[in-house]
């Protein structure tokens, strides 16, 4: 009983030094008052639970200041999760972010649970969403709006508590023109 304790008690102190040290990663350093004022407004839209969308060039920091938001949150001890939304095919990043159920598709062998439901009361940073398919874009709208994602294959609807950060480096407004 005596080392069970001591095994926990190290486990513990080894997470309370890890999570130290991502949050030093995660601090933005930098006395110009523009880096003061970012500091500010991040610790302004930290305490929200709105969704924020942070634009910038390639290089710039961005999931920098997501995880910044996020370890100022109130769900900084929940899961914080990331998918490059350019790195991942069209026709996988629906079942990365919702999950599917055996057999939805051609190689969906079993159940799996997407990056939304696992991240529950957590975040999500979406980073490149710009690069996301229309379609995609409108099946995450609905689920901004209600909390509900539905598995891909699967008629069951369930609910999540999840702050979206995303992340782009194009012109979105551009583009909408």
Request: net charge neutral; proline share 1%.
């Amino acid at each position: 009983l005596l080392k069970g304790a001591r095994i926990m008690e190290a486990v513990k102190h080894v997470n309370r030094v890890y999570k130290e040290q991502i949050q030093q990663k995660s601090e933005i350093i930098g006395e110009h008052k523009t880096v003061q004022d970012l500091k500010a407004l991040i610790t302004k839209v930290a305490r929200t639970n709105t969704t924020v969308l942070i634009t910038g060039e390639s290089g710039t920091g961005k999931e920098l200041i997501a995880k910044s938001i996020n370890f100022q949150s109130k769900r900084k001890d929940r899961p914080f999760l990331v998918i490059n939304c350019a790195a991942i095919s069209g026709n996988l990043i629906e079942s990365e972010l919702f999950g599917h159920v055996k057999g939805a598709f051609t190689g969906a062998d079993k159940l799996r649970i997407g990056k939304l439901e696992a991240a529950h009361e957590g975040t999500v940073f979406l980073d490149e969403i710009g690069d996301m398919s229309f379609e995609l874009q409108t099946r995450l709208l609905r689920f901004l709006e209600s909390g509900e994602i539905q598995p891909v294959g699967s008629n069951e609807t369930k609910f999540t508590d999840v702050r979206i950060i995303a992340a782009t480096n194009r012109d979105l407004a551009a583009e909408v023109e």
